[in-house]
């Protein structure tokens, strides 16, 4: 999905996501996985408010073409944000606007941040003060940890519910950590150099 072009697909009750993940981001989540795990058990005993998308596990899956040629895909299973949800418009936020501007979009597209702002300038969201309250700390908590681990490029991924009248949030692709390949990156950026024309880096370190 998103820019990546990564496959994906639904389990057939619709509650769980396969999605196709890259080498980098299998290894670099397996090495902090331990962790992971370890962060969303707390959150649920204890009652600490996070907003991590629930990753249930991650596997290699070999198989031959048509052609007979053998593949293999890294996948991993997470949880349907969604599940027996109505959304009628989905946001994929990341805390800029750069590019983020989704042009005359089909009905069934996922907008970005310069969209939601569009829309909220001229029919405001309005949530609670409580919701307000938890997914503040939620996003503090999870962004807190991410960093520690050096991830990056993650969004929060925003429905909207009609049915309901509610906002279903939760943080995605959260596999990838700011390596020396994102480090060159944003420095092409930011320096003008290769096409990177001086702008801001989308890309910065946690």
């Known amino acids: ?90 946001y994929d936020l990341k805390g800029s606007v750069r590019s983020r501007f989704v042009d005359n979009p089909d009905p069934n597209e996922v907008l970005m941040d310069e969209n939601l702002l569009q829309t909220t300038y001229a029919s405001p969201i309005c949530i609670t003060e409580e919701s307000k309250t938890t997914l503040g700390q939620a996003v503090w908590n999870d962004t807190s940890f991410l960093s520690a681990l050096h991830v990056m490029d993650y969004s929060l991924l925003v429905g909207v519910d009609s049915s309901s009248s509610e906002l279903v949030v939760g943080i995605i692709d959260f596999m990838r950590r700011f390596t020396w390949d994102k480090q060159l990156e944003m420095w092409v950026q930011s320096s003008g150099l290769m096409g990177g024309r001086g702008n801001a880096p989308t890309v910065i370190s946690p």
């Open 1 to 90: 999905g998103g820019k990546s072009g990564s496959a994906w697909a639904k389990t057939l009750d619709d509650r769980y996501l396969l999605k196709q993940v890259s080498r980098i981001e299998m290894e670099s989540f397996i090495e902090f996985a331990p962790l992971y795990f370890e962060y969303i058990c707390k959150s649920f005993f204890h009652k600490v408010p996070t907003a991590l998308a629930k990753i249930l596990g991650i596997f290699s899956v070999r198989y031959k073409t048509s052609s007979g040629k053998s593949s293999k895909r890294d996948l991993i299973v997470m949880e349907n944000l969604f599940y027996n949800r109505t959304v009628s418009q989905v």
